[in-house]
Structures are given as C-alpha cells and as structure tokens.
C-alpha cells in the first residue's frame, strides 16, 4: 500500500507539475526577450482563472472552449500591460520596470477583489478517473497537463520555426542589431509580453479545472513560479518546464513521508540553495 500510495502522489504531482512549468514559462519568456521581471504574473494568472470559470458558469461554454477565450484575452492583456506600463520603463533601471509591473499587480488584485471579494470558486468539472493498476488519476488533472504540454510544444515551434518566432529569438539576442536589419522591435517586445502573459492566463485556467481559487490565489503560483525559473534558470525556456516538474514532484511526493507543511519549507529551502549553489539554475539561465 505504502508503494501504491508513493507511486500515485508522484505521478499526480508530475502532471500538476507540467501546469506549473507553463506558468513559469511565460514569466521566464518575457524575462529572456526584455529582462523584464513580470511582478503582475500572479494576478494575470487569478484572471485566467476566473475567466474559465465565468465562460463555464456564464457563457455556458465547456471549459476548453473557454480556455480559447482565456488565451485570447491573455495575450491582448499583454500588450495592453507592455503598451500602458512596460513600454516607458524597459530600459530604465529594474527597480523601474519592477515598480511598474508590481502596480499592475496590485490594480488588477484590487478590481478583482471589488468585484468578485475573496470567496472560493470551485470549477467542477468532472472528466472521471483513469486508472492504470493501483493508480487512479482525475481526467481533468489529465487533460490540463496534456494541454499544457501541447501549449509548450506550439511555442517551441512559434520560436523555431515561423518567421515571427524567429524575430522574436532576434530581439533577445540582441536588439540593437535586430533593428538595424530592419525587424520593428517595438511590436516584438509588446507580442513577447502578450505572449508570455497569454501563457500565464492560459496556466491558470489549467489549475482552475481541477483547484479551488481565489482572487489572491495568483500570488501563491507567481511565488511557484519564481522557484520554477530559479531552479531551471532564468530565461531558459526548457528550465521552466524542468523546473516546474521538480516543484511538481516535491508537492506531490513529500506529503506521503512527512506533513504537507513541511511542502513550501523544502520549495523555498531548495529556492535559497539553488541560488546559494547554482545562481543560472540547474540548467543555466539562456536567451
């Protein structure tokens, strides 16, 4: 029993673990392009859970056809934060742009408690259970890391592939250069943060599927999400994913040999350890 049990919290927390690696890809995405740290991350998740949750409960729609609209809204939230926010700061000083995004942050979380107070919402939607011998998964749980896989993947080949994607890596790399052969920078940087935001908004709908929420409940995965980027290195795109799965592991396996207290203790320990240890990650901080 004691291995079935071992067995079930690590996958469990494997599949939760994909979902967090998509949240902090979107925060390590925008760091990579304009070495931008995104402090409203946390709140713009909040939003992409309530946003499933009203296109279910309101608009009647199945929460993977909301989950289009969440993405949707994500990525125009996006490049409205850079255009009113990130735009005048992005070579100021990082105490700047860090004081820009942390005032989005807390005019999103006030609105957003103005309007929906801090109740928990709770999306049920039920997709059964899988089952693979002694271990039984909720489908929801399931799909939300299929999905998040898929999203990664689709960004993988936006970057690699399409011409886009490819002004993008340009921008990062160096912009400077990428102006002078004639790629506008300027909508680069607002589609990155649109799409780095996208990515957040559309992890939240992930966790919405299968966790209760608040609207302080973006702050907890924007804290996640800084260990997950830290652990893989910052601007690493595939070190958020790793990341993320490790985190992922730690939630879902330790609670079988000790109190789920002990979870956040040994995810911020690891945090300062990695930092201490390994400042660019486990997988070196990239572009």
């Given at each position: 029993?004691?291995?079935?049990?071992?067995?079930?919290?690590?996958?469990?927390?494997?599949?939760?673990?994909?979902?967090?690696?998509?949240?902090?890809?979107?925060?390590?995405?925008?760091?990579?392009?304009?070495?931008?740290?995104?402090?409203?991350?946390?709140?713009?998740?909040?939003?992409?859970?309530?946003?499933?949750?009203?296109?279910?409960?309101?608009?009647?729609?199945?929460?993977?056809?909301?989950?289009?609209?969440?993405?949707?809204?994500?990525?125009?939230?996006?490049?409205?934060?850079?255009?009113?926010?990130v735009k005048r700061v992005i070579d100021a000083p990082h105490l700047a742009s860090l004081l820009a995004t942390f005032s989005v942050n807390l005019m999103i979380v006030g609105v957003a408690t103005a309007i929906f107070s801090t109740s928990f919402r709770n999306l049920s939607h039920d997709l059964g259970v899988l089952r693979a011998g002694p271990i039984a998964v909720p489908g929801t749980r399931v799909a939300a890391a299929?999905?998040?896989?898929?999203?990664?993947?689709?960004?993988?080949?936006?970057?690699?592939?399409?011409?886009?994607?490819?002004?993008?890596?340009?921008?990062?790399?160096?912009?400077?250069?990428?102006?002078?052969?004639?790629?506008?920078?300027?909508?680069?940087?607002?589609?990155?943060?649109?799409?780095?935001?996208?990515?957040?908004?559309?992890?939240?709908?992930?966790?919405?599927?299968?966790?209760?929420?608040?609207?302080?409940?973006?702050?907890?995965?924007?804290?996640?999400?800084?260990?997950?980027?830290?652990?893989?290195?910052?601007?690493?795109?595939?070190?958020?994913?790793?990341?993320?799965?490790?985190?992922?592991?730690?939630?879902?396996?330790?609670?079988?040999?000790?109190?789920?207290?002990?979870?956040?203790?040994?995810?911020?320990?690891?945090?300062?350890?990695?930092?201490?240890?390994?400042?660019?990650?486990?997988?070196?901080?990239?572009?």
């Amino acid at each position: 029993m004691w291995s079935e049990t071992l067995l079930a919290s690590t996958v469990d927390g494997l599949l939760i673990g994909v979902v967090y690696g998509l949240a902090a890809l979107g925060l390590t995405l925008i760091f990579g392009v304009m070495n931008v740290v995104n402090l409203a991350h946390g709140p713009t998740m909040t939003l992409g859970m309530f946003g499933i949750y009203l296109s279910a409960t309101k608009l009647g729609l199945h929460p993977f056809a909301g989950l289009v609209l969440v993405a949707a809204g994500g990525l125009l939230l996006g490049v409205g934060i850079y255009v009113v926010a990130v735009k005048r700061v992005i070579d100021a000083p990082h105490l700047a742009s860090l004081l820009a995004t942390f005032s989005v942050n807390l005019m999103i979380v006030g609105v957003a408690t103005a309007i929906f107070s801090t109740s928990f919402r709770n999306l049920s939607h039920d997709l059964g259970v899988l089952r693979a011998g002694p271990i039984a998964v909720p489908g929801t749980r399931v799909a939300a890391a299929l999905l998040a896989v898929a999203v990664a993947a689709a960004l993988q080949v936006f970057l690699t592939r399409t011409r886009l994607g490819k002004y993008v890596r340009a921008v990062a790399a160096n912009r400077a250069a990428a102006e002078l052969v004639g790629i506008p920078s300027a909508r680069v940087l607002a589609l990155s943060f649109g799409i780095g935001t996208m990515l957040a908004a559309t992890a939240g709908g992930l966790i919405a599927l299968s966790l209760p929420f608040t609207v302080l409940s973006g702050g907890v995965y924007e804290l996640k999400s800084f260990v997950i980027v830290v652990l893989g290195g910052l601007g690493n795109p595939l070190g958020a994913l790793v990341g993320g799965v490790v985190l992922g592991l730690i939630e879902g396996i330790v609670p079988v040999f000790a109190r789920a207290t002990w979870v956040p203790v040994l995810e911020y320990g690891l945090f300062v350890l990695i930092l201490l240890v390994r400042p660019s990650g486990l997988l070196g901080g990239g572009r």
